[in-house]
Every structure is written in C-alpha cells, then in structure tokens.
C-alpha cells in the first residue's frame, strides 16, 4: 500500500490536439506548489495526476485546489490491483474516514467504483459490493446508507493501480493556466477587478496584472493595498507580473485640459491606450476589466463602447451582468474582499467629476482629446512602466 494525492482534472479532454501542451502546463503549475517537499514527484495517468512524497496536509490541498484545471483533490491509498488487497486498503481507508469525523457512532458510509482497467475480473458494481462487505465486516461500527452516506469509499481500478480514497476537496475547475492564452487585467484595488481576474485565470488565462498609479494624488498604502492584492492573486499563478504604470501625469494633463464631464471617459480611454501597448509587449490577446453593467457612469453600454474605441485586442468583462452581491461572494471566497475593503482612495474616486457623461458621444469625446499630447503622454507612461515580479 503507498500514500499518495490523487489530482483530479477536467475539461482539457475537450481540447483536441492541444491536450498535451495543457497537461504540461497543468504539470508545472503543481510541480511549483509542491516544489518544496524533497522527493515530490508526480505520475500522470488519463484524467489524473498523482502525486508522491507530499503529504495529505489541509494546507498542502488547499494550495492544490487554487490552481486552474483542477477540479477536486485527495489523499489516497494505492494497491496492486488485486481484490484481497483491495478489500484490506478499503477498510484502512473507513478508519480514516473515522478519524475525519471524529468520533461519531452513526457513522455510515458507501462503495463507490470506477473500473477503467475492462480486464480487471470484477465489474464496478461487484468491486462495491466486495468492499462494502469488507469495510461492514471490520468491526468499526459502520452502517451503510446509499442515500446520505457519512463518507464514501472510493475505489477506482486503472492500469497504474487501485486507487481508493474517502474524502476530496473540491478545487477550482476550469482550464489549466496558458490553454487560453494570455491577458492584461486592469486591477485597481477596488472590490471588482480581482474577481474578474480570478474568473480569467480560472478560464485558462494567464494573466500580466497592470494598475495605474497617480502619486501623490493616490499614495504609497493605494499602490500597497494593490499589491497586497496581487500577492493574493499569485496563488491562481504564481508566475503573474504586477505592473505599475504612472499615470499622474496624464491624469494631471486630463484635469487641466478636459472638461470636466467628459474626464473619466478620456481617462479610461489613455488606460485603454497604455493598456494595449503593454498586451503588444507581453503577447496578450485581451485586456481584462471587472467593469459591471450599469454600476457607474463609465459603466453603460455607451460609455464601454466609446472606452473600448481605443483598444487594440477585445476588452472582456468576466462581471459585466454580476450583482455587486455575486462579486462579492466570490471576493471573500478567494480572499481579496477584506483587502478591496481598506479604505485607501484610487485614482478614480478623487478623479470622478459631480456629473459624468453617462453617454458620452464618441465624436465629442474626441474633440475633447484634441488638447491633449496623446501619443506622447502614452508613450512616456509606457516607457515608465515598473514591473513586479514577486
Ligand atoms: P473595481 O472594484 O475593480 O475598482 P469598480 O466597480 O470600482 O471596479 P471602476 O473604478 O469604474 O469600477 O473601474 C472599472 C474597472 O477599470 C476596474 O474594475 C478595473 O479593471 C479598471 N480600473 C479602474 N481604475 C484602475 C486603476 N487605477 N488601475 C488599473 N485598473 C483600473
Ligand atoms: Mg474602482
């Protein structure tokens, strides 16, 4: 019998010839994780990746549950697969399970089988049986109940082994970091951006984080929340860069020269710009916001037009019809929400004008970009880009 964790992951099937390069990228994102544990070593087998020499710690699954293209992992036990055997690990497998649960005395359980390897001599159902009557037989006061079972043994027989566990936590789903190419997200410090930047990640974006950063009018603790945030991020991908883009000169540039109510759009539409020639420089194929329909006045159907007017890849919108509700939810499960929170002002809340155009027209709003150095202003801002690396 060894000890192993069991990794669970989707969808990439569905990917075709791609498949390999995504299980690669899949690989080295939990090769990363557990580079830590000497000895670690993983085993990939259709729809699975086992991992060796690492051990079934909560916080070690739960780092495994934040990477993308990860839908459920657990400690498990592995057997020749032989019934006797089988039957034997089973029931090392029910006193685990007690253990988790911590004493109960109803506790009840079922046998779960999956039987890939067709030569094995039992069918799923027959495997079930065995280790049903093996686990009952055992002496540990178990039940069954198929209905509402305390824990369930699982048992799945493949050409590898006998893999049996009982209990799994569930990870993130989606697609395996990179399978979606890459992408910029706007993230801002607010509540919304990182939310977007989880649901891309989650989707298979590898994602470059940039925000824009006016000092002094935003200062150091804004631009510190924001990595703090970013920091939180890194556990979806370790490998994202945050980049800093100095905007106080253009923001300072819109004020004298913008009227007041066109401000905001013409603000947004120089992030766009930036925006875009760092996505030419990192090779991203989409910039990412955590805009929201609706929720301010930069946020109508009008005004994202006239934003987007300046972009050179799509501007995507993962929480573009969320409830703040719904966002939010997800902000305090990833763990940025309490972050989001500081009060810390951005940019954007000292910048907003008493009556923003809620739908601007994109002629006038180009008249009212004719009083700016736009290329310059961009280009300087671009050149001044710092990036983080950790
Ligand atoms: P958030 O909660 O993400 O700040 P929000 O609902 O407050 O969003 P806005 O402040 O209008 O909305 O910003 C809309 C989007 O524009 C943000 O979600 C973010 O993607 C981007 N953004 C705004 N300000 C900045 C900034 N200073 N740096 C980078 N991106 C920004
Ligand atoms: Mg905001």
Redesign the pocket.
């Known amino acids: 019998m060894e000890e192993l964790l069991l990794v669970k992951y989707g969808e990439i099937s569905l990917k075709g010839k791609n498949r390999y390069q995504f299980e690669a990228a899949l690989m080295d994102h939990i090769r990363f994780v557990v580079g830590e544990y000497p000895g670690a070593r993983l085993e990939k087998a259709y729809g699975r990746v086992y991992i060796h020499s690492v051990p079934g710690e909560r916080n070690v699954l739960r780092r495994l549950a934040k990477i993308p293209g990860i839908v459920a992992v657990a400690p498990a036990l592995r057997v020749e697969n032989e019934i006797i055997k089988i039957r034997d690990v089973a029931v090392e497998a029910a006193k685990r399970a007690l253990e988790m649960l911590d004493g109960t005395s109803t506790a009840t359980f079922k046998a779960e089988s999956r039987r890939s390897l067709k030569s094995f001599p039992l069918t799923s159902p027959q495997i079930s049986h065995e280790v049903g009557s093996a686990v009952l037989a055992a002496g540990l006061g178990l039940t069954v109940d198929v209905h509402r079972p305390s824990f369930v043994i699982n048992v799945e027989v493949r050409e590898k082994g006998t893999f049996v566990y009982w209990h799994e936590v569930r990870g993130m789903g989606g697609l395996p970091l990179g399978s979606s190419g890459r992408g910029i997200?706007?993230?801002?410090?607010?509540?919304?951006?990182?939310?977007?930047a989880y649901l891309a990640m989650k989707r298979g974006v590898a994602l470059e984080?940039?925000?824009?950063?006016?000092f002094p009018i935003?200062g150091e603790r804004a631009r510190d929340k924001?990595v703090r945030i970013w920091r939180v991020l890194k556990d979806f991908d370790p490998q994202m860069r945050l980049h800093i883009?100095h905007?106080t000169k253009i923001q300072t540039a819109i004020m004298e020269s913008c009227p007041e109510k066109y401000r905001?759009t013409v603000m947004?539409r120089m992030?766009m710009r930036v925006s875009t020639r760092l996505a030419e420089r990192v090779g991203a194929l989409a910039i990412?916001?955590?805009?929201?329909l609706g929720?301010?006045?930069?946020?109508t159907l009008e005004s994202m037009a006239v934003i987007e007017d300046t972009a050179g890849v799509p501007v995507l919108r993962p929480?573009l019809t969320y409830d703040k509700r719904e966002?939010v939810e997800i902000a305090e499960r990833i763990g940025t929400y309490e972050l989001?929170c500081l009060p810390y002002e951005?940019?954007?809340?000292v910048f907003v004008p008493k009556h923003p155009v809620t739908k601007p027209r994109l002629e006038l709003v180009r008249d009212a970009e004719k009083a700016l150095p736009v290329d310059e202003l961009v280009e300087e801002c671009v050149r001044g880009i710092e990036t983080l690396e950790r």
């Open positions: 997200v706007l993230l801002s410090g607010g509540i919304d951006s990182p939310v977007a984080a940039l925000h824009f950063w006016s935003t924001v883009a905007f905001v947004r992030m990412f916001t955590g805009e929201n929720q301010v006045a930069s946020q929480l966002t989001s951005d940019c954007c809340t």
